[in-house]
């Protein structure tokens, strides 16, 4: 079992539409989880983190952590094509970072 | 405040060459990690530099090897350059180092590319 898992994808969407990207870990010791983007060729840019359960939005970004589901996601509202990228889910531990292999997000207009 | 930047952006060498990349970490911070990431591969953890040692090592042949230095800035090198290091490498800086609450920020990265 990966420590962090995350669906390759591609998730398609249309503009406007609500993306819901998922992830699930495997270490319950886990701290702080963070969602990257990628876009194609360039290196990854920090979305947003969350530390305690519930949800925590940020813009069109909203990002929800259930630790005994072991399960973190990110949603993003009205959803352009800019958006279109891979992102990463990525776990921390005790000195340990974790990231997940990305889900591609593709919106189409 | 100025980012984390790599040099060189892009490399091209040939089987059996070694290669060191650079790295300069946000003002301030002082740990530094490095990551290969390939299409088939995902970011994989090479190794965290803190204070000019090294904290945590990924699962990497001892070919990869790094360093810190007093400002913080860190070279990585890898010695007999294999087909298969043929990647995106990455630095990601920190203030206080991976685990917890810390937060990485990445630079540009390095395009590496065996012939």
């Known amino acids: 079992q990966k420590e962090v898992e995350q669906n390759s994808g591609p998730l398609s969407v249309p503009e406007g539409a609500i993306a819901s990207l998922n992830c699930t870990y495997s270490?319950?010791?886990?701290?702080?989880f963070f969602w990257y983007r990628q876009y194609s060729g360039k290196s990854p840019e920090l979305i947003m983190f969350?530390?305690?359960?519930g949800d925590k939005e940020d813009g069109r970004f909203t990002a929800q952590l259930n630790k005994a589901s072991q399960y973190v996601s990110l949603l993003i509202r009205d959803s352009q094509p800019s958006d279109s990228a891979t992102y990463l889910c990525?776990?921390?531990?005790?000195?340990?970072?974790?990231f997940g292999t990305g889900t591609r997000l593709l919106v189409s207009p | 405040k100025a980012g984390v930047t790599q040099t060189p952006r892009y490399l091209i060498k040939t089987r059996g060459q070694q290669v060191t990349l650079s790295c300069s970490p946000i003002?301030?911070?002082?740990?530094v990690s490095w990551y290969q990431q390939t299409p088939g591969q995902g970011l994989q953890f090479l190794f965290e530099?803190?204070?000019?040692?090294?904290?945590n090592k990924g699962n990497f042949p001892g070919r990869f090897s790094g360093r810190q230095f007093s400002n913080s800035r860190s070279e990585m090198n890898v010695s007999t350059l294999e087909l298969g290091d043929s990647a995106l490498y990455l630095c990601?800086?920190?203030?206080?180092?991976?685990?917890?609450?810390?937060?990485?920020?990445f630079g540009p990265g390095t395009r590496l590319t065996v012939l």
């Open positions: 270490d319950r010791g886990s701290q702080s």
């Open positions: 003002s301030g911070h002082r740990s």
């Open positions: 990601a800086s920190s203030l206080s180092g991976t685990g917890g609450t810390d937060t990485q920020y």
């Open positions: 969350i530390y305690s359960n």
């Open positions: 530099y803190f204070s000019e040692t090294q904290r």
């Open positions: 990525a776990v921390s531990g005790f000195q340990k970072l974790v």
